[in-house]
Every structure is written in structure tokens, then in C-alpha cells.
């Protein structure tokens, strides 16, 4: 049951992090896009629950070196819909050797444990990920990044309205509880129907704020010259030799993890669980955090 140790484990390593700040360093925002491409691609490619919790631990570790204000935010609802997920999975996915519990039409394999594990260590290492991502970079220096790139300006606008979404609305909702309670309505006591009741306002105002905000960033479009094709970027990408090495760390551990699984395959969780895990990709997974490291934004650039 190593597994499932891992999986409660992160489940409090999230909470717990989201209390600790040794300090806060400024990276590369480069970098750090290079770095959460990274993080996407090695969680959907990897289904190793080992592997999965190497890249969380090295979450862990940036999350508390670098900036990340919206982890406790996200993280937390994270957690309970990765606990929903989890008893959702156990029951429904009677596949597997191995039973535990068989009571009626209910069937609880190891497998079945395994396998939802591996999928909550996936989700909480995106969500965590991008919690990071969206503390240190702002919207303005993703579509200088982006544009830099040459991806098409529709998916520029695309992902980058998609990426502050969650948080900008997670504020706006914090702030008009904040209103709410100051005017005496019970929001947070009471009985479930009074909440309720209490919070219907908070969803009128999130459907205002939301309506403005769209007129607003559709006017800054056009003013910055959307939709036309002829825009130029004009702010170039300039990184020192410690962030060229930064992102050169990232993409050859991309390049491992892809050679990795060419050769040896993923992890097997049916009919029965396998244990083709890899200890030393384990052990790469740690450089992660050095990487970024050396992106470090000092007073020079």
C-alpha cells in the first residue's frame, strides 16, 4: 500500500505548503513558461505514481522558494474535488486482480486505488503547477513570450485569458463575500438554505464584474491593435548564460523522460499492478527546482 501512502501524503504536503514560505525568488518568466510546458508534458506522459510524486515533491520545493499566493487558494479546492474523485473512481472502477472489499454490487480492487492515485497526483501536480505560473508571470509578459514564439494571436488570446480566468474570479468572489459579511448577511453561519440565500447576491455581481471585464479587455485589444496580423513584438527575450542552461536542464529532461518511455513503456496498473517504475528518473525529476534556479532574475538583467 506504498501507493496510497504517497497519495495521503500529498494530499497533506498540499495543504502544508500552502502555510510555508522560506523566500521568494524571481525567476525568468521565460523560463518559467518553459518550465510549466515541462510540467504539463511529463504529467500526461507519465502514469507512474513514483514518477508523478518526484514531480510533486519538486512542486513543494519551488512553491516554497518562489512566489505562489494562489496555491492555497487552488490547492485547497483541488484537494476536495481530488477526495470526491478518489471514492468516485474506487467504486466505479471494478477492474483489477487484486480485490479488497466485495460487499454486494460493490467491489473495491488495489488496482482500481492505483490508478485513481496516479490520476490525483496528475491533477494536483497540474493545478499546482499553474498556481506557481500565474503568481510570478502576468498576462502581459505571457503574450510577450507568446508572441515572441509566433503562435497564431488568436490562441495567444485564447490561453491567456483561459489562464487568468480562474484566478481573477476566485478574487472577485472573495472580495464580494468580503462585502457581504461587512453588510451583516450571514454567509458563512446559518443554516445551508440561509448561506444560500445569502450568497445569490455574490453570483449577480460576479455576472456584472464579469460583463465589464470583457468590455475592458476588448477595448485594450483593440487598442494594442488586435485583430490585425501586422502586429510586431517588440520586446525581445533575453536570457543570461545560467537561464540558457536553465532551459536547456528542461528540455533535455524532456527529451529523457520521452526516450524513457519509448523504451521502457508506462506503468502498468491492470490486470494487476506492475512495477516498471524507474528510480533514476525518480532522482531527475529533482533537478527541476535547480533548473529554475538557475533562471534567477538577478540586478543585472
Known amino acids: 500500500m506504498i501507493i496510497l501512502l504517497l497519495f495521503l501524503l500529498s494530499l497533506i504536503l498540499s495543504f502544508l505548503a500552502g502555510r510555508v514560505q522560506i523566500m521568494k525568488i524571481n525567476i525568468n518568466h521565460f523560463v518559467i513558461f518553459v518550465w510549466l510546458m ?19 515533491l519538486s512542486l513543494i520545493v519551488l512553491k516554497m522558494i518562489m512566489n505562489s499566493h494562489l ?4 490547492m485547497r479546492y483541488t484537494i476536495y474535488f481530488s477526495i470526491f474523485i478518489f471514492i468516485f473512481n474506487i467504486l466505479l472502477g471494478t477492474n483489477g486482480e487484486t480485490v479488497l472489499v466485495e460487499w454486494n454490487f460493490i467491489k473495491i480492487t488495489y488496482e482500481s486505488i ?7 497526483l496528475r491533477l494536483l501536480i497540474i493545478m499546482g503547477a499553474f498556481a506557481i505560473f500565474n503568481s510570478n508571470v502576468g498576462m502581459e509578459d505571457l503574450i510577450n513570450i507568446l508572441e515572441r514564439l509566433k503562435i497564431p494571436h488568436k490562441a495567444i488570446m485564447t490561453l491567456s485569458i483561459s489562464l487568468r480566468f480562474f484566478p481573477i474570479m476566485l478574487e472577485e468572489a472573495r472580495d464580494s463575500l468580503n462585502a457581504l459579511k461587512l453588510k451583516g448577511l450571514p454567509v458563512s453561519t446559518g443554516s445551508l438554505k440561509d448561506r444560500i440565500n445569502a450568497r445569490y447576491p455574490a453570483m449577480a455581481t460576479l455576472l456584472n464584474i464579469s460583463m465589464e471585464r470583457a468590455i475592458e479587455i476588448g477595448e485594450a485589444l483593440e487598442t494594442k491593435g488586435y485583430p490585425s496580423k501586422s502586429r510586431r513584438a517588440w520586446k525581445r527575450i533575453n536570457l543570461n548564460t545560467l537561464q540558457k542552461m536553465a532551459v536547456f536542464i528542461l528540455i533535455f529532461t524532456a527529451i529523457m523522460g520521452t526516450i524513457y518511455i519509448t523504451f521502457h513503456g508506462n506503468f502498468v496498473f491492470y490486470p494487476k499492478v506492475g512495477r516498471n517504475y524507474s528510480v533514476p528518473m525518480c532522482i531527475l525529476m529533482f533537478s527541476l527546482p535547480l533548473s529554475l534556479l538557475l533562471g534567477r532574475v538577478s540586478i543585472y538583467d
Not at 44 to 49: G, K, R, T
Open 38 to 56: 515541462l510540467i504539463i508534458y511529463l504529467s500526461l506522459i507519465f502514469s507512474s505514481p513514483y514518477i508523478l510524486f518526484s514531480i510533486f
Open 71 to 74: 496555491w492555497h487558494t487552488l
Open 114 to 120: 492505483v490508478f485513481s492515485s496516479s490520476m490525483i
